[in-house]
């Protein structure tokens, strides 16, 4: 195989045994490669690379000259030396990657499945997140899911958020989920515990949520915002905690925690938004404990709970224990 377009100097492909290998390319520099900055070189050796993110390799310690590991970008190269270069992929490429995990599924049939997510596990790959997702695992689970947006995603829980989704296996039940969603047909209460005393009484946060001016990483109640109300009915309150359950009428991003927070009773262990952590509690006291919807192509209607996981239930009872 010869040199990419532009290269004079001789070029090895070095294929490498493994998936899991990175490809690795060497170029033994000729005059015509003299004087080049490293960076610049390696953009004609791997062209279908970016050069951010071929920098980032050099910074990375994934490029050697002359078998030694060289990590300054703009280096000048001479005439006989040899490049070696690691072509590690970038982290969004293993976005829609199958990749095989343990899932909880609690229901399934042809068209869709319940999931109990566990607190820690990201649902769709993004910025610092692109592996290792829920969107992976459906993809190994069910190569289908390849066919349909989003592996059948059609709404999310926060990543230290627990409890239970529903996920279409067909377009069909994407279609109608999605839309029963937006009608707001699917039924979702959640366990909370937040700071302070929150009453007795059964209230209701009505109050639009949009993009934080301030903190661009967080949501807050904005008058630009879009339409957001979650109704709570209070369960308990013990030493500086209310242990709460939360209704969501619309499924706007983060909405149990910025409409707590916005009322001044931001979640327990919520670091975002301001909650303390109290209770053992290292992550938002939050699960989506009950979710209830009328099944997309049978009609039927389906109704599931999920226990919280150990560190919430511990917290749980803890306030409501008499």
């Known amino acids: 195989m010869g040199a990419p377009p532009g290269l004079v ?3 090895t492909p070095d294929d490498t045994e493994g998936l899991e290998a990175p490809e690795r390319r060497t170029l033994s520099l000729g005059l015509q490669e003299h004087g080049l900055r490293l960076d610049k070189l390696l953009t004609q050796l791997a062209p279908e690379f970016s050069r951010s993110h071929l920098q980032h390799l050099i910074q990375a310690g994934h490029v050697q000259v002359n078998e030694v590991v060289q ?5 000048k190269l001479k005439a006989g030396q040899r490049v070696l270069v690691d072509l590690v992929q970038p982290a969004e490429s293993m976005a829609f990657t199958p990749q095989t995990m343990d899932l909880n599924v609690v229901f399934e049939d042809e068209h869709l499945l319940v999931v109990n997510k566990p607190p820690g596990l990201v649902v769709h790959p993004a910025a610092g997140n692109w592996s290792g997702t829920l969107l ?6 069910d190569p289908a899911a390849a066919r349909l947006p989003r592996a059948g995603i059609v709404h999310r829980l926060d990543k230290d958020t627990s409890g239970l989704m529903v996920v279409a296996r067909s377009l069909e039940a994407m279609t109608a989920l999605v839309r029963a969603l937006a009608a707001r047909e699917v039924h979702r209460q959640y366990m909370a515990l937040v700071q302070g005393d929150v009453g007795s ?10 993009r934080d001016p301030q903190v661009r990483v967080r949501m807050a109640v904005v008058p630009s915002g879009k339409e957001a109300r979650t ?7 013990r030493a500086g905690v209310s242990a709460v359950w939360c209704k969501l009428h619309t499924g706007r991003t983060h909405q149990i925690r910025v409409h707590m927070q916005h009322r001044g009773h931001p979640l327990v262990a919520d670091a975002v ?16 404990a009950e979710l209830a919807f009328t099944h997309p192509l049978t009609t039927e209607p389906l109704s599931f709970k999920a226990q919280p996981p150990q560190d919430l239930a511990q917290a749980w009872a803890s306030v409501v224990s008499d």
């Open 201 to 210: 009484e059964p209230f209701s946060v009505d109050a639009p949520i949009g």
């Open 71 to 75: 990590q300054q970008a703009s280096r």
């Open 273 to 288: 938004y301001g909650g303390p952590s109290l209770l053992g509690m290292t992550r938002q006291a939050l699960h989506a």
């Open 231 to 237: 109704d709570v009915s209070p369960v308990a309150y």
């Open 136 to 141: 992976n695992g459906l993809l190994a689970r």
């Open 9 to 11: 100097g001789s070029f």
